[in-house]
């Protein structure tokens, strides 16, 4: 929809009367087949060296915006607990998609 030709094209989308943060061109597309670390911090919109409880507070916000019982992604909301427990266990694995 619109929301999406609007982060396209880098302009701030709206989304329930709440601004969506910018998203440069370079991070749209899929996700890695194997979760790094500076993928799980870019899925939840932190710099390296951020503490458990700005992982932690990055983790609400985000799933306040995707989860699936409030008309957001399944397959968004699993990435960003995956990308949540990877930088709080700092364990590698398999993406789950």
Do not use: C
């Amino acid at each position: 929809g619109e929301a999406a030709a609007a982060a396209a094209a880098g302009l701030g989308a709206r989304v329930g009367g709440k601004e969506l943060p910018r998203v440069p061109r370079a991070f749209l597309g899929g996700f890695e087949p194997e979760m790094t670390r500076k993928e799980a911090l870019m899925i939840l919109g932190l710099r390296e060296g951020a503490s458990r409880d700005q992982i932690r507070v990055a983790h609400r916000r985000m799933m306040r915006l995707n989860h699936p019982d409030t008309g957001g992604s399944q397959v968004l909301a699993t990435k960003v607990n995956e990308a949540k427990d990877f930088l709080l266990s700092g364990k590698r694995g398999a993406s789950v998609f």
